[in-house]
């Protein structure tokens, strides 16, 4: 019995440091909070199941709720196209720091040296990669 207590209590403490660490825009965050507390719900279900030898209604409460947590989690990646003809030619040479008078060589290692940190693969974000793109874009284009 004591077994089944501490897997209720593990669940129950998983669900509030994960509400806790609910950090979504307004219209998202509700369907992260009640699916937490769906999952928790399960998880506690399939916990109850285990210790009373219901194996087959445990291990299908545990992937319902495994699944709820997992798909409340993924984001959408929607981005909005870039339009170059917004940014402005002082715009781009402020943003990859160089001066009127650079020259190509000089606008693409300003690029590079900004795009070693800003690139979502090195840990930066998708909207700074693009801003970065689009002013060298404007630059060497302009």
């Not at 207590?5 to 998202?28: D, K």
């Not at 929607?78 to 781009?92: G, L, N, Q, V, Y």
């Not at 990859?96 to 290692?109: D, F, H, K, T, Y």
């Amino acid at each position: 019995m004591t077994l089944l207590y501490f897997g209720v209590g593990a669940v129950i403490l998983w669900m509030l440091v994960r509400l806790g660490r609910q950090t979504e825009r307004a219209g998202r965050g509700h369907w992260r909070i009640a699916s937490t507390m769906m999952a928790a719900a399960l998880f506690v279900g399939a916990v109850i199941a285990a210790a009373r030898g219901v194996w087959i209604g445990a291990g299908a409460m545990a992937a319902a709720g495994l699944w709820l947590t997992v798909a409340s989690r993924v984001r959408s990646t929607r981005s909005r196209p870039i339009d170059p003809s917004r940014m402005t030619d002082a715009e781009a040479r402020r943003l990859l720091g160089v001066s009127a008078a650079a020259n190509r060589g000089e606008i693409q290692a300003a690029w590079r040296r900004l795009m070693a940190r800003a690139h979502p693969d090195q840990g930066g974000t998708q909207g700074l990669a693009e801003q970065l793109n689009q002013a060298r874009d404007r630059l060497l284009k302009g």
